[in-house]
């Protein structure tokens, strides 16, 4: 079994029912602040790093059902006695989200799956390329952040994707700096997720503890992405059968930063009522 580690998690509000958001491949709990703030006060989120991610610890897999179990564990250590949560998880933190759902229904209450299916995903290339780019870095070299994304610049021309791959870059205390004099580190497990990419794109085959999720779950697609099509909801009603699918108008796969009125406006329908 593998050993659970620590668990990053910033809190947002202080009164209302309590939302879990668990984000995507690359990223942190920290890309969710502004939508937590626009559910103040009725809402308290919970920003969670997810393993190798951000400022939680490293375990040696991404499979879904060992790091749903993980913040399980979390979530029963530091909630223990309170009622179950809301989650929102976007990507593979979707996955996750509904992974946490079917193995421990009980500290699950409405769950929201932002643009990802219970299925393999397809894009695995891409990602493929972003790491690869990342892991050519040479973090020697840098002397500011600004270095690193001119030296992306070639390979990744959105500044935008580059701005967000490299919130995991860490500086380095000069007192903690080696040798060689490396300012920076990866916060992220890069050479783990690389080397998994096939977990992370793929779906496990899962037996829910108490059969199918039986509480109210809403699915929301970006208007712009392929992530949720028409052939996945057969799988996603059959695991989740109280499912509400909507689509965020013109939003791509980033539905929460690319419209993120509209996402906030979505929680609120749904976990409001």
Same mark, same amino acid.
């Given at each position: 079994?593998?050993?659970?580690?620590?668990?990053?998690?910033?809190?947002?509000?202080?009164?209302?029912?309590?939302?879990?958001?668990?984000?995507?491949?690359?990223?942190?709990?920290?890309?969710?602040? #502004? /939508?937590?703030?626009?559910?103040?006060?009725?809402?308290?989120?919970?920003?969670? $790093?997810?393993?190798? !991610?951000?400022?939680?610890?490293?375990?040696?897999?991404? +499979?879904? *059902?060992?790091?749903?179990?993980?913040?399980?564990?979390?979530? @029963?250590?530091?909630?223990?006695?309170?009622?179950?949560? !809301?989650?929102?998880? !976007?990507?593979?933190?979707?996955?996750?989200?509904?992974?946490?759902?079917?193995?421990?229904?009980?500290?699950?209450?409405?769950?929201?799956?932002?643009?990802?299916?219970?299925?393999?995903?397809?894009?695995?290339?891409?990602?493929? =390329?972003?790491?690869?780019?990342?892991?050519? %870095? $040479?973090?020697?070299?840098?002397?500011?952040?600004?270095?690193?994304?001119?030296?992306?610049?070639?390979?990744?021309?959105?500044?935008?994707?580059?701005?967000? %791959?490299? #919130?995991?870059? @860490?500086?380095?205390?000069?007192?903690?700096?080696?040798?060689?004099?490396?300012?920076?580190?990866?916060?992220?497990?890069?050479?783990? &997720?690389?080397?998994?990419?096939?977990? /992370?794109?793929?779906?496990? *085959? /899962?037996?829910?503890?108490?059969?199918?999720?039986? !509480?109210?779950?809403?699915? &929301?697609?970006?208007?712009?992405? +392929?992530?949720?099509?028409?052939? =996945?909801?057969?799988?996603?009603?059959?695991?989740?059968?109280?499912?509400? %699918?909507?689509?965020?108008?013109?939003?791509?796969?980033?539905? =929460?930063?690319?419209?993120?009125?509209?996402?906030?406006?979505?929680?609120?329908?749904?976990?409001?009522?």
């Amino acid at each position: 079994m593998t050993e659970s580690p620590a668990i990053h998690a910033t809190e947002v509000g202080d009164r209302g029912p309590r939302v879990i958001f668990l984000h995507g491949l690359f990223g942190q709990g920290r890309n969710f602040t #502004q /939508i937590a703030k626009a559910l103040v006060p009725e809402l308290r989120s919970v920003l969670v $790093d997810l393993p190798n !991610h951000g400022r939680s610890g490293w375990i040696e897999t991404t +499979d879904y *059902e060992v790091v749903a179990d993980v913040v399980a564990t979390w979530l @029963r250590t530091t909630y223990d006695g309170e009622p179950p949560s !809301h989650v929102v998880g !976007h990507s593979m933190g979707g996955k996750v989200a509904m992974v946490l759902a079917l193995r421990h229904p009980d500290l699950v209450d409405r769950l929201v799956v932002a643009d990802i299916s219970p299925s393999s995903s397809e894009g695995a290339g891409e990602f493929e =390329h972003l790491l690869d780019s990342l892991a050519g %870095l $040479d973090l020697a070299a840098l002397t500011r952040r600004s270095d690193a994304d001119e030296q992306l610049a070639q390979a990744i021309r959105s500044p935008a994707v580059r701005g967000f %791959l490299l #919130q995991n870059l @860490r500086s380095v205390p000069a007192e903690q700096q080696s040798g060689q004099g490396a300012g920076f580190t990866w916060q992220a497990n890069l050479a783990l &997720l690389r080397d998994q990419l096939d977990v /992370i794109g793929g779906w496990p *085959e /899962i037996e829910p503890v108490d059969g199918p999720f039986d !509480h109210p779950v809403l699915w &929301l697609a970006g208007e712009k992405s +392929d992530y949720v099509r028409p052939e =996945h909801e057969p799988a996603m009603r059959a695991l989740f059968p109280r499912t509400r %699918l909507a689509t965020i108008k013109g939003a791509g796969h980033w539905v =929460h930063s690319e419209q993120p009125e509209s996402f906030v406006s979505a929680l609120r329908v749904f976990l409001l009522v």
